[in-house]
T-cell receptor, first 114, second 114 residues
Framework: AQSVAQPEDQVNVAEGNPLTVKCTYS??????LFWYVQYPNRGLQFLLK??????LVKGSYGFEAEFNKSQTSFHLKKPSALVSDSALYFC????????????FGQGTTLQVKP | DVKVTQSSRYLVKRTGEKVFLECVQD?????MFWYRQDPGLGLRLIYF???????EKGDIPEGYSVSREKKERFSLILESASTNQTSMYLC?????????????FGPGTRLTVT
């Protein structure tokens, strides 16, 4: 069965420093991977996805993610964190079949301090 | 831009009431989903629908039902609300595979059952 894990409940980083939010996955076949962000009392906003091609994927708001097949990871990164990046981040993997179902990790809270 | 709307942002209901949560998308998407979000548990799929009048149970369907009479609208029904159904409910939609793959989310409904 497909699964995704986010090993950190919370990540703390100082403004201006690089940030990484970790995600590992387990799938049969080729993975389709996604990152979403959620601000307080809001829905999820799509950040980026990996379907195929270049292992480094660039997305919204300066975020990028690196797909690593050998380590089955898809970590979210940003070179310089902003206080406004503070939010809840979800990694997801597409389930098999044609329904478009996603399996989500439990989420990581990113706290960026000034 | 894809727009997914949910009928209420905040809802307070009493135990035993029948509750309807409505979701509408404007992009002619085939697939629609209902999730509940609880701290530390991520998003859990309640039901999804891949066509009008077609539905499938997700991971936690107990206590819920759904209705999809029109392509753009997907309703979640709590037959007899209980306090353990207090949660954030998120609706999402996605086109068929081969297009964009990612799910588009509504703003969420925070339901409190007293």
């Amino acid at each position: 069965a497909q699964s995704v894990a986010q090993p950190e409940d919370q990540v703390n980083v100082a403004e201006g420093n690089p940030l990484t939010v970790k995600c590992t996955y387990s799938v049969s076949g080729n993975p389709y991977l996604f990152w979403y962000v959620q601000y307080p009392n809001r829905g999820l906003q799509f950040l980026l996805k990996y379907i195929t091609g270049d292992n480094l994927v660039k997305g919204s708001y300066g975020f990028e993610a690196e797909f690593n097949k050998s380590q089955t990871s898809f970590h979210l990164k940003k070179p310089s964190a902003l206080v406004s990046d503070s939010a809840l981040y979800f990694c997801a993997v597409r389930d098999g079949g044609n329904t478009g179902k996603l399996i989500f990790g439990q989420g990581t809270t990113l706290q960026v301090k000034p | 831009d894809v727009k997914v709307t949910q009928s209420s942002r905040y809802l307070v209901k009493r135990t035993g009431e029948k509750v309807f949560l409505e979701c509408v998308q404007d992009m002619d998407h085939e697939n629609m989903f209902w999730y509940r979000q609880d701290p530390g548990l991520g998003l859990r799929l309640i039901y999804f629908s891949y066509d009008v009048k077609m539905k499938e149970k997700g991971d936690i369907p107990e206590g819920y039902s759904v209705s999809r009479e029109k392509k753009e609208r997907f309703s979640l029904i709590l037959e007899s609300a209980s306090t353990n159904q207090t949660s954030m409910y998120l609706c999402a939609s996605t086109p068929p595979p081969g297009q964009h793959y990612e799910q588009y989310f509504g703003p969420g409904t925070r339901l409190t059952v007293t």
